[in-house]
């Protein structure tokens, strides 16, 4: 199946795009490249082989939960560009 520049013009439309003309054949020409390698990648033989999620392994590596002294208010506020004498003040970002 290969892309034409009306598919790509359409691509374009629903991505609010506005292309050139030099743009279009340019995708076109690019998005027809990708599509032939993505022929050439469904030669392999991938009977034997399971479907992946991701490439390699992941597992989590999470600390060891703790119980220790908490930061001292004045050492978390030092380098706040405003707070009062406990609390980080911020913009209001809520109308009521």
């Given amino acids: 199946m290969a892309v034409t520049i009306k598919d790509v013009e359409h691509i374009a439309k629903l991505a609010k795009l506005n292309l050139t003309e030099d743009e279009k054949t340019g995708f076109t020409e690019q998005f027809n490249e990708i599509l032939s390698f993505m022929?050439?990648?469904?030669?392999?033989?991938?009977?034997?082989?399971?479907?992946?999620?991701?490439?390699?392994?992941?597992?989590?590596?999470?600390?060891?939960?703790?119980?220790?002294e908490s930061l001292p208010t004045e050492e978390a506020l030092k380098n706040a560009p405003s707070h009062t004498d406990q609390f980080f003040k911020v913009p209001k970002v809520i109308d009521r």
């Fill in 39 to 68: 022929d050439k990648l469904n030669e392999l033989d991938t009977t034997n082989v399971e479907p992946l999620s991701h490439v390699i392994e992941l597992q989590n590596v999470l600390r060891e939960d703790r119980v220790r």
